[in-house]
């Protein structure tokens, strides 16, 4: 049973270009959550998806940013317009169940370099 | 809202030290608390967890318990090695309108020297 996959693990783009994230939760979960990493800041949550649907988006900034997680294929996190404030590490979170007992489990991360 | 306040690092220590990484938490209610690894370039890894309180998680030679009468879930280990050189994220989750998403402390990055 393969762990998150995410890819890229690392991510160069020029501003204004658009930056394409990708998620595959492990097998069988549902839940996915997206989380920034910040040198010196921690894990910032960003957004929380089920199959199809966005449960809550309260972390991600309005503009240029924007999630998706459809009925097939990897959950993306897109960011349109980079800036050199958009470079941190993104990571990616599945969950089998929503239950507050249960692990999170963690991809590998996407590190995005605005240059 | 929750939120999670660890000890700021790094943690700087020799190898077979006792290291202790203090964790409280602010939250309504009767959260789980998790201690997760960060490895460089790596993603988190679960390190140990407790669902309730008084339960006390364990896992490679780590400990932590759940102290609600001091909202804490101090992270311990009785020797530490170099090859535990890492971040250490501790976070809660809990039941939230319907949703349950994991909230994070800062980390704390602990070195340990040979």
């Known amino acids: 049973n393969a762990g998150v996959m995410q890819n890229p693990r690392h991510l160069v783009r020029r501003r204004g270009q658009e930056a394409r994230l990708r998620c595959s939760p492990m097998?069988?979960?549902?839940?996915v959550y997206w989380y920034r990493q910040l040198p010196e800041e921690g894990l910032k949550f960003m957004v929380y998806?089920?199959?199809?649907?966005?449960?809550?988006e309260s972390g991600m900034p309005k503009e240029r940013f924007s999630a998706e997680f459809p009925k097939e294929g990897p959950s993306i996190l897109r960011i349109q317009q980079v800036v050199r404030g958009d470079s941190a590490a993104y990571f990616c979170?599945?969950?089998?169940?929503?239950?507050?007992?249960?692990?999170?489990?963690f991809g590998q991360g996407t590190r995005l370099t605005v240059v | 809202g929750d939120s999670v306040t660890q000890m700021e690092g790094p943690v700087t220590l020799s190898e077979e030290a006792f290291l202790t990484i203090n964790c409280t938490y602010t939250?309504?209610?009767?959260?789980?608390l998790f201690w997760y690894v960060q490895y460089p370039g790596e993603g988190l890894q679960l390190l140990l967890k407790?669902?309730?309180?008084?339960d006390k998680g364990s896992n490679k030679g780590f400990e932590a318990t759940y102290r609600k009468e001091t909202t804490s879930f101090h992270l311990e280990k009785g020797s530490v090695q170099v090859s535990d050189s890492a971040v250490y994220f501790c976070?809660?989750?809990?039941?939230?309108?319907?949703?349950?998403?994991?909230?994070f402390g800062r980390g704390t990055s602990l070195i340990v020297h040979p």
């Open positions: 979170a599945s969950s089998p169940v929503v239950a507050e007992n249960t692990e999170a489990f």
């Open positions: 097998k069988g979960h549902s839940h």
């Open positions: 998806l089920q199959k199809e649907n966005i449960i809550d």
């Open positions: 939250a309504t209610g009767y959260p789980s």
């Open positions: 407790a669902t309730k309180a008084d």
């Open positions: 976070a809660l989750r809990r039941a939230s309108g319907g949703s349950y998403i994991p909230t």
